[in-house]
């Protein structure tokens, strides 16, 4: 092929790319058909009553701030989202100066300034809400509730305060080295010691809460919640030690007292609980 052959090839392939790309830029936008399949409807929610169920019974396991319980749950279906709750337990309840120590060599539990133990038994009514049924699948059924209610405190000894003065006695005694240490001399109760002392006060508790029931068996629902709870008591509960000695005689026992802890009306605390329920 001569120069003059090339030159007129390469003239013309060029002059056919130009024309391809003025169509493309001249002749607007390229345009796509897409076709999307059809959305799929949801499907009708399922609950208790779909199956003729109208009543829930189960029982818990919780823990908090104030340790572990365990209580009994009663539900009656209002809608087909609504629930009327009623819920009963036993739980500890501590003071919010509460403070407690391991003994690393003995195991023992120790806490110190600590002068009553107390238990709560809530009586708890409230609402429970099933929340998004339509974009959550029915085996994970979120939920909002809330409850209240009358609530009683059993208050017994946690020390055995032989002298009643509000506090642990004891005496400072002075070591054959000659260093000064304080001996006391009233013991602590354990946990089933000083019941014939207690006294029971009533009050109110109360719950706030969100959770998830899962699975789809209703006869068969687990349950997980995570919450607020809280007792109040307008008496209030003296759990700490509401004196503390003041000044030493030579024989090294106590001359006065003063004011230490006072009593608490309102006890609150994070909850996380477990319920397994069956409906019939």
Not at 25 to 39: C, H, N, R
Not at 87 to 100: A, P, Y
């Amino acid at each position: 092929m001569d120069l003059q052959t090339f030159v007129k090839a390469r003239t013309i392939s060029s002059g056919i790319f130009l024309a391809i790309i003025s169509l493309v830029i001249f002749s607007g936008p390229v345009q796509a058909q897409l076709t999307e399949p059809d959305v799929r409807s949801v499907d009708e929610p399922q609950t208790p009553l779909d199956e003729g169920l109208n009543n829930r019974i189960g029982g818990s396991i919780f823990v908090n701030n104030f340790g572990f319980g365990i209580g009994g749950t009663y539900s009656h279906a209002l809608g087909q989202y609504t629930e009327l709750t009623f819920f009963t337990g036993i739980t500890g309840i501590r003071d919010v100066s509460e403070q407690s120590f391991q003994d690393f060599f003995t195991g023992q539990r120790i806490v110190p300034n600590k002068y009553n133990r107390a238990l709560g038994f809530p009586f708890i009514f409230g609402l429970k809400k099933r929340i998004f049924p339509r974009e959550i699948a029915d085996n994970f059924r979120f939920f909002v509730a809330a409850s209240g209610g009358p609530a009683m405190a059993f208050v017994y000894p946690y020390l055995n305060d032989k002298d009643n003065n509000g506090y642990r006695s004891s005496r400072i005694v002075e070591t054959p080295g000659g260093r000064q240490v304080q001996v006391f001399t009233e013991e602590k109760n354990d946990i089933f010691s000083g019941w014939g002392d207690g006294s029971t006060e009533w009050g109110a508790a109360g719950e706030i809460k969100v959770g998830v029931d899962l699975g789809s068996n209703f006869k068969q629902q687990s349950t997980l919640e995570i919450g607020y709870f809280f007792y109040y008591f307008d008496q209030g509960l003296q759990i700490m030690e509401p004196f503390r000695p003041t000044g030493f005689d030579s024989e090294g026992f106590s001359t006065g007292q003063d004011p230490f802890f006072d009593d608490q009306k309102f006890f609150g605390t994070p909850q996380i609980k477990f319920t397994f329920s069956g409906w019939w």
